[in-house]
């Protein structure tokens, strides 16, 4: 998964012309232009950051800069400059140098990437105790030969790895499988 760059945001063939984008890539446009507009440079000269998706173009995933000395709304601007009344600014105050864009684009690419990975630990959680309510009684034998045994073994091991404690009363599965390799 690739971040994109400024030029992405920016250019009608950014994002490989469009063809490269991905759902994370609007996520993270979103947070971009929030924290463009929270720039205090961008408040002192006035400039408004808008997510804006184009359609009928090459990329949709971008993001303008508008000047605003009247505190228009996202929707008044994009308005005024559809309909040629505006022009989308050429210069990005408050930021000093190309590398500030790029650590501000990795920051929000990496705060929806946290985002993500959250949810991903707490649907592996309650998956883990899903299965630890159901494997009991699925395979009374006590055997723990049933595939949702290794499946719990292995939401353990990478809940683990990720550092999530788990809770003290949770079903205790051993990290082998029975003939004692480790699954």
């Known amino acids: 998964m690739a971040r994109g760059s400024w030029d992405d945001f920016t250019s009608k063939w950014g994002f490989g012309d469009g063809a490269c984008s991905e759902d994370r890539d609007f996520r993270a446009r979103d947070k971009i232009v929030s924290k463009l507009n929270a720039d205090p440079g961008f408040q002192r000269e006035k400039v408004m950051a808008v997510a ?26 994009v308005v005024a400059w559809e309909g040629d009344r505006i022009q989308d600014a050429d210069e990005m105050p408050g930021l000093d140098d ?15 990437d946290s985002e993500a990975d959250a949810g991903l630990i707490e649907a592996c959680k309650c998956a883990l105790a899903d299965l630890e309510g159901i494997m009991p009684d699925h395979d009374p034998s006590g055997d723990r030969t049933e595939p949702g045994w290794q499946t719990i073994r292995q939401l353990r091991r990478e809940l683990k790895k990720a550092g999530v404690e788990l809770d003290s009363d949770t079903l205790r599965v051993e990290e082998t499988d029975p003939e004692g390799k480790e699954s």
């Open 52 to 77: 804006w998706d184009s359609t009928g173009s090459h990329n949709a995933c971008f993001v303008l800069l508008f000047p605003n000395p009247d505190g228009l709304s996202t929707e008044e601007l």
């Open 98 to 112: 190309y590398d500030s864009l790029d650590r501000l684009i990795g920051e929000a690419y990496d705060e929806i």
